[in-house]
């Protein structure tokens, strides 16, 4: 009790002082303890000290990379002419020089300028007449590219009929094709047979070449390519003549236009036209022309069926 009377009658401090040692005096080993736990406590705790040395190893880092990024390009764009260097080099060194080939041995030869003048003033003509025929004068004319017109005359009727002609690629091609076959300009074959028809109509097949020029005449021929030939004009004057009567039809006598039609699904069937496809167009706009009857646009439309199988 004299203990307890002295710790309340003393100050804060001397009280806590006099606990202590009251602590060390009953239990010195629990205060020993106690006391190494508050110094450790205390030195876990981070120092104020050492966060300016952190911080200036933050800021150091940086500079001393880009001090050493500018030396290492340096270094690796070295290594990479010393290897550029070897590289040539070795190529330089190994390969075996190659011969050098003369142009005019690899190259194939050039038109010559006469050939392609002579191709460019080739001009070709068929000519068909029978004066009993309803269609009694038939002339084809045309460059090599297909490029020319057809000149008609109708029975009864003095005035001839001259319309601009475009033969497709295709049947361009094959004409040409049959023209080549028969060696026109080179040969002087007679392609009129032994036989006469001269009711089926005379032909003529004229080619021009510069000053070379020749002409063949005949009614009936045994030649199978001059009969090829004459078949493909003729199937060339057939689909030019049949767009011209569609196009009068159109614009002055629309109630012809179904006769026209049943007469271009004849043609077709019997594989009388040059080139069908050339009248794509053609059928596509009778389709929709509100001047012609309705059947004839109906029948156009079977017939660009009828074409695209």
């Known amino acids: 009790m004299n203990a307890d009377q002295n710790w309340t009658n003393g100050s804060g401090s001397e009280n806590r002082q006099k606990l202590f ?24 705790q981070p120092s104020i000290s050492l966060k300016w040395p952190r911080h200036f190893q933050i800021v150091k880092k940086p500079t001393i990379k880009f001090r050493i990024l500018p030396a290492a390009f340096l270094v690796l764009s070295a290594a990479v002419l010393v290897v550029a260097q070897q590289s040539s080099g070795t190529k330089q060194n190994t390969r075996p020089a190659q011969p050098i080939v003369p142009a005019a041995s690899s190259a194939k030869p050039a038109a010559s300028p006469s050939t392609r003048e002579d191709s460019k003033h080739t001009r070709f003509e068929y000519e068909f007449t029978q004066p009993q025929f309803f269609i009694r004068h038939i002339v084809i004319e045309h460059d090599q590219d297909g490029h020319g ?3 008609f005359e109708r029975r009864n009727e003095e005035t001839p009929y001259k319309e601009p002609l475009e033969l497709s690629a295709a049947a361009s091609a094959r004409i040409a094709s049959l023209w080549q076959a ?8 007679d392609y009129q047979s032994a036989r006469q028809y001269p009711h089926l109509g005379t032909m003529h097949l004229r080619m021009d070449q510069n000053s070379r020029k020749r002409i063949a005449e005949f009614n009936w021929t045994n030649n199978k390519d001059a009969a090829a030939l004459v078949a493909e004009y003729r199937r060339a004057a057939d689909q030019a003549i ?8 159109r614009e002055n006598q629309p109630l012809n236009s179904p006769k026209l039609m049943d007469q271009l699904e004849d043609m077709l069937k019997r594989n009388a036209l040059s080139d069908p496809h050339q009248l794509v167009p053609l ?3 009778i389709t929709s022309d509100d001047h012609l009857p309705l059947i004839a646009r109906n029948h156009a439309t079977r017939l660009l069926k009828l074409i695209d199988k």
Do not use: M
């Open 21 to 44: 040692e009251f602590s060390i005096r009953v239990n010195p080993r629990k205060s020993a303890a106690n006391l190494l736990k508050q110094t450790a406590s205390i030195s876990q």
């Open 149 to 151: 017109s057809i000149t």
């Open 182 to 189: 028969l060696r026109f300009l080179d040969s002087n074959e």
């Open 242 to 249: 049949l767009i011209f009567d569609l196009s009068i039809a």
């Open 283 to 285: 059928l596509k706009d």
